[in-house]
């Protein structure tokens, strides 16, 4: 079936310290991946994606990795803060047929010490 | 710009009553996909309106349906409430030829 999932449920880590976050996916013709924050009580905010045809991507504190060799995907924010604490999901497209859905996995819930 | 805006933001209802939910989408996106979130989990796709059908659908029963206006605004009816319908429920927007999806803060949805 279909699946986007998490190698870690939970990170703790230490202010300024850099942070990593993996996914796999399972669907190999993917061509889209996203990387979305949702903090306690809102929604999905938006922090990086990245294509098929790219294997990184570069924003601002964030990278994005994408090995499609075996899948995986994954994020890295550098210099970690305490704003950065949330729960953060990576979200494939799903181009099967007529949907253009997001496939999410469970989430990895960043916990950030001072 | 306007980003995505849904009303209400939480809403209590019991078993068996019906419940409508709204999105606006964002200033220039002409699709809305609505997803369901449980507590603790990711959201889950629940369909898509494209030029007011719906364009893709999820693993939800009929009595969840939905509508897309002239203005691309959207509203997720769901009836016969159970309580595994609480949920928190996402509207996303986003335009074709593009790939950026949007969500708004969502409705918190407790069933009683």
């Known amino acids: 079936g279909e699946s986007v999932g998490l190698h870690l449920p939970t990170l703790s880590v230490q202010e300024g310290d850099n942070s990593i976050i993996n996914c796999a996916y399972s669907n190999s013709a993917s061509d889209y991946f996203i990387w979305y924050k949702q903090e306690s009580g809102k929604g999905p905010q938006f922090i990086i994606d990245i294509r098929s045809n790219m294997d990184k991507r570069q924003g601002q504190r964030v990278t994005v990795l994408l090995n499609k060799t075996v899948k995986h995907l994954s994020l890295q924010i550098a210099a970690t803060q305490p704003g950065d604490s949330a729960v953060y999901f990576c979200?494939?497209?799903?181009?099967?047929?007529?949907?253009?859905?997001?496939?999410w996995g469970l989430g990895t819930s960043l916990a950030v010490n001072p | 710009e306007t980003g995505v805006t849904q009303s209400p933001t939480h809403l209590i209802k019991t078993r068996g009553q019906q419940v409508t939910l709204r999105c606006s989408s964002q200033?220039?996106?002409?699709?809305v996909s609505w997803y369901q979130q449980a507590l603790g989990q990711g959201p889950q796709f629940i369909f898509q309106y494209y030029r007011e059908e719906e364009n893709g659908r999820g693993n939800f029963p009929p009595r969840f349906s939905g509508l897309q206006f002239p203005n691309y605004s959207s509203e997720l009816n769901v009836n016969a409430l159970e309580l595994d319908d609480s949920a928190l429920y996402l509207c996303a927007s986003s335009s074709t030829g593009l790939y950026g999806y949007t969500f708004g803060s969502g409705t918190r949805l407790t069933v009683v």
């Open positions: 200033s220039g996106h002409n699709t």
């Open positions: 979200a494939e497209k799903d181009n099967a047929g007529n949907n253009r859905k997001l496939i």
